[in-house]
């Protein structure tokens, strides 16, 4: 059993501009029925979805956002190692972000990667992959891990670092943008495991749409569903009914809703929220990935 009553799963984006086929939000009843879409009339802005998690959320929902809420910290000791002033924890991280890029619009955080400051950490298009990128040589190629996406991968998942800006797979900049998002909920949403599970109330958790996807049955790489057949039979293996249509289902929303079903079948299962990896101090840092043992 879980004391939660809502399960709202958000597939993020980190893209340039005001609205995003990329943001899909789908809701999931703890009585059951299937995850419906949650449709803003116009596709969703950054700023609504940040409006209704702190203004609108239903009673005692478990909020699955699909993005990276911090930065690798414990390879190297620092989010930005060899910087002088680099944030000590999460919470800082966020408000750093958030301040320097305050009157940037729509929440976006493009100015941050090319802060001369900031740069070297990141791998950013054109082939400009910064020399702290690696962080005294990750070999794998795929930058620094947070250890939340170490078990992502001996998982079957197949993670990218956040300090990775190129690519289909990455989630660098929806990341980033996120961490302003999750700045301007404090007070009004606690987020875990930065903050303690509450005993009652919403609370928001990070979620990887592929790990979702590897429960429901689907083959590593094969995460995706564009078809509303593939996420019937997704969301048959959860246990929950699939929404009424056939046909094809832009990807996004077909993420949102098998994760909104995953977090109502997975929410009351105590292991998902005492990972063997999830340290007082990786809590503090690094966050971690809900469902990632």
């Known amino acids: 059993m879980t004391r939660f009553r809502h399960f709202l799963a958000i597939d993020w984006s980190g893209a340039a501009g005001e609205r995003h086929r990329g943001i899909a939000l789908a809701l999931a009843d703890a009585e059951g029925g299937p995850p419906v ?10 700023t609504e979805v940040l409006a209704l998690l702190r203004d609108d959320l239903p009673p005692d929902t478990l909020v699955g956002l699909d993005l990276g809420i911090s930065l690798p910290f414990a390879d190297c000791g620092a989010f930005f190692p060899g910087l002088g002033e680099s944030p000590p924890d999460a919470l800082a991280l966020w408000a750093l ?8 619009p729509h929440l976006s955080a493009g100015g941050f990667v090319d802060h001369p400051a900031f740069a070297p950490y990141f791998r950013r298009h054109g082939g400009r992959e910064g020399a702290r990128f690696r962080c005294d040589g990750a070999d794998h190629g795929r930058g620094r891990f947070r250890v939340t996406e ?7 998942c197949q993670p990218y670092s956040n300090f990775n800006l190129v690519g289909a797979a990455q989630v660098g900049k929806s990341s980033l943008t996120g961490m302003r998002m999750l700045h301007r909920l404090r007070g009004s949403l606690p987020v875990w495991p930065v903050d303690p599970l509450p005993r009652a109330g919403s609370v928001v958790v990070e979620i990887y749409t592929s790990l979702a996807a590897l429960e429901a049955g ?6 995706k569903m564009r078809d509303r057949s593939e996420l019937g039979e997704a969301l048959a293996t959860l246990g929950s009914p699939a929404p009424a249509g056939a046909g094809p289902i832009d990807d996004h929303a077909s993420d949102a809703l098998l994760a909104a079903a995953w977090l109502r079948k997975v929410a009351g299962d105590a292991e998902r929220w005492t990972p063997p990896g999830l340290t007082p101090e990786i809590a503090r840092t690094e966050g971690w990935t809900f469902g990632a043992l």
Do not use: F, H, K
């Not at 879409?37 to 950054?46: A, K, T």
């Not at 170490?150 to 079957?156: E, K, N, P, R, V």
């Open 37 to 46: 879409l949650v449709d803003s009339g116009r596709g969703w802005s950054r």
């Open 218 to 223: 689907r083959a590593p790489g094969r995460s």
């Open 150 to 156: 170490t078990a992502q991968a001996a998982m079957g």
């Open 97 to 104: 972000i958030d301040r320097l890029y305050e009157a940037d």
